[in-house]
């Protein structure tokens, strides 16, 4: 499987920002799709995971409320709505995806200005 990010970038504390991750595969059984983050000097955070049905959605408390998880199965793509955006959450996300084993994207940038 490669994961392929998009999105991200700079926005201004409040704003917007969505990032997407599509999955190209073999035709293997994607599982849990999701997103971690990493700050620097701080280590790698679940941020939200979404399961293979959609049905099961776990968030990051601190982000409960702001972020948003959707899934496409027919495109294996899973996005991340990020509004209400804090300088706290300036990171870089790593999409991940499980099929036998657990891939991860290349990273992408998102940087909250105050």
């Known amino acids: 499987v490669q994961l392929v990010e998009s999105g991200g970038g700079l926005v201004q504390a409040g704003g917007s920002l969505n990032v997407s991750c599509v999955a190209f595969?073999?035709?293997?059984?994607?599982?849990?799709m999701g997103w971690y983050r990493q700050s620097p000097g701080k280590g790698r955070e679940a941020v939200a995971i979404i399961g293979w049905d959609g049905e099961r959605i776990i968030y990051l408390d601190s982000v409960k409320g702001r972020f948003t998880i959707s899934r496409d199965f027919t495109k294996k793509t899973v996005h991340l709505q990020m509004n209400s955006l804090k300088t706290e959450d300036t990171a870089t996300y790593y999409c991940y995806a499980d099929t036998s084993q657990r891939t991860w994207g290349q990273g992408i940038g998102v940087t909250v200005s105050s």
């Open positions: 595969d073999d035709g293997s059984m994607v599982y849990d």
